[in-house]
């Protein structure tokens, strides 16, 4: 699937098969849902979190954005893309868990690990240097452990997992249900060389197969 047309084939394709095949199911999203699970992964084409978790229509309510980063909780600024998803999934559809996806080979974190956007203006790449800031002291730990190539930039990739868990934690509504049981969260890797889910075990800080 390479360009819009394609898109709206694929469309056909789905109204006439998936759509029509599951008509029942469909007509019940149509007025509510009730996902058990919010998914806040990367916006990368090679990590879709329905089609990597075998997803139905419903199941998982999906954020996706550069490298899968949850700012921290802040009032100021005029628009919270992830902060108002989060306020929605949590205090309003009530979900119980929360995931955050991180993934190999993710762009956002290459070019935090290189700072190839370093200094540059919005349009060439300053938004995403701006965005990948959040990382930036995650960064300094890790190269100066590792430098900078792929064993470095494997590290980072977890190291941002483990930030927007923190940074999810500093959200009052997501602190308070945590810590009443109410919700629970997750953090996991998706190799896409090898399609294998590693999943974070906050104990020890390690990924581990799924």
Same mark, same amino acid.
């Given at each position: 699937? #390479?360009? /819009?047309?394609?898109?709206?084939?694929?469309?056909?394709?789905?109204?006439?098969?998936?759509?029509?095949?599951? *008509?029942? @199911?469909?007509?019940?999203?149509?007025?509510?849902?009730?996902?058990?699970?919010?998914?806040?992964?990367? #916006?990368?084409?090679?990590?879709?979190?329905?089609?990597?978790?075998?997803?139905?229509? =419903?199941?998982?309510?999906?954020? @996706?954005?550069?490298?899968?980063?949850?700012?921290?909780?802040?009032?100021? =600024?005029?628009?919270?893309?992830?902060?108002?998803? +989060?306020?929605?999934?949590?205090?309003?559809?009530?979900?119980?868990?929360?995931?955050?996806?991180?993934? =190999?080979?993710?762009?956002?974190?290459?070019?935090?690990?290189?700072?190839?956007?370093?200094?540059?203006?919005?349009?060439?790449?300053?938004?995403? !240097? *701006?965005?990948?800031?959040?990382?930036? &002291?995650? @960064?300094?730990?890790?190269? !100066?452990?590792?430098?900078?190539?792929? &064993?470095?930039?494997?590290?980072?990739?977890?190291?941002?997992?483990?930030? #927007? +868990? !923190?940074? +999810? @934690?500093? /959200?009052? /509504?997501?602190?308070? *249900?945590?810590?009443?049981?109410?919700?629970?969260?997750?953090?996991?890797?998706?190799?896409?060389?090898?399609?294998?889910?590693?999943? +974070?075990? &906050?104990?020890?800080?390690?990924?581990?197969?799924?």
């Amino acid at each position: 699937m #390479s360009d /819009f047309k394609q898109l709206i084939d694929g469309y056909r394709h789905f109204r006439a098969g998936e759509w029509a095949h599951h *008509r029942e @199911r469909w007509a019940e999203l149509a007025s509510e849902q009730h996902p058990e699970v919010m998914v806040i992964a990367c #916006s990368d084409s090679r990590v879709d979190p329905m089609i990597v978790f075998d997803a139905a229509p =419903g199941e998982i309510f999906v954020v @996706r954005n550069v490298s899968a980063l949850v700012p921290p909780f802040e009032v100021g =600024g005029l628009r919270h893309g992830v902060s108002s998803a +989060l306020e929605f999934a949590v205090t309003q559809l009530d979900i119980p868990e929360i995931v955050v996806m991180g993934h =190999g080979s993710c762009g956002g974190v290459a070019a935090s690990l290189s700072q190839c956007f370093a200094d540059k203006a919005p349009g060439e790449g300053g938004f995403i !240097a *701006r965005w990948m800031a959040m990382l930036d &002291e995650a @960064r300094d730990r890790v190269v !100066a452990e590792l430098g900078t190539g792929p &064993e470095a930039a494997q590290k980072l990739e977890g190291e941002c997992v483990k930030l #927007s +868990l !923190a940074n +999810l @934690r500093t /959200f009052p /509504f997501v602190a308070s *249900r945590e810590a009443e049981g109410r919700l629970k969260l997750h953090g996991s890797r998706f190799a896409i060389s090898d399609g294998i889910l590693h999943l +974070l075990d &906050e104990k020890t800080g390690e990924f581990t197969p799924a």
